[in-house]
């Protein structure tokens, strides 16, 4: 059972309710939000809650990433860093490929189309989310882009992963991807 969330205690605030399920599963460290109760809502959005934690998503916000096609908002996260980013995209990713190889290099049924459409598009919006941290004017994404000890792991591991170059390079591979699953599926 969840613990009783403080009403004292401001919930952090997501671009959209996509941002915060992800969020909280990060912060929950158990992906799925499963046990993440329907958001609830508000004069002016949706709080979500569970174990503790509170996300608070504007209408605004949600309204605008839905007015620009974005699945995660408007400019820079606030609560997932540039390496979290590139790790959900890279996840989506290989659980997309996997599941259209797995399954004989296509989709089989409507079912199995959607969950390999929804990985790619995850991954290709994820890996959005990492690119926006590099600056215009930047070849790599900078230090203040990786302020969680995921993100910061990631980067040590692999700093070559968040060049601009890298990133844009991946960002293709992934929507080369999406257009080729949904070309075929056609």
Not at 170 to 184: A, P, T
Request: charged letters at 25%; one cysteine or more; proline letters at 5%.
């Amino acid at each position: 059972m969840d613990e009783p969330v403080s009403v004292d205690e401001p919930p952090v605030v997501a671009r959209t309710l996509a941002e915060a399920y992800v969020h909280l599963d990060l912060v929950l460290e158990r992906p799925g939000s499963q046990d993440v109760a329907p958001p609830v809502e508000g004069a002016d959005g949706w709080v979500v809650a569970t174990g503790g934690h509170r996300v608070a998503v504007p209408y605004a916000g949600e309204l605008a990433a839905r007015k620009a096609g974005l699945m995660f908002g408007e400019g820079r996260s606030a609560l997932i860093d540039c390496g979290q980013w590139a790790i959900i995209g890279a996840v989506h990713a290989r659980r997309a490929l996997e599941r259209d190889v797995l399954g004989g290099g296509g989709a089989k049924s409507d079912q199995d189309y959607g969950a390999i459409v929804a990985g790619w598009q995850l991954a290709v919006a994820a890996l959005g989310e990492a690119l926006a941290f590099v600056p215009e004017d930047a070849d790599e994404a900078p230090d203040t882009a990786f302020w969680t000890e995921t993100g910061r792991r990631a980067r040590a591991d692999d700093p070559g992963r968040f060049t601009r170059r890298r990133l844009e390079d991946d960002l293709g591979f992934f929507q080369r991807n999406l257009d080729d699953v949904q070309h075929l599926h056609d």
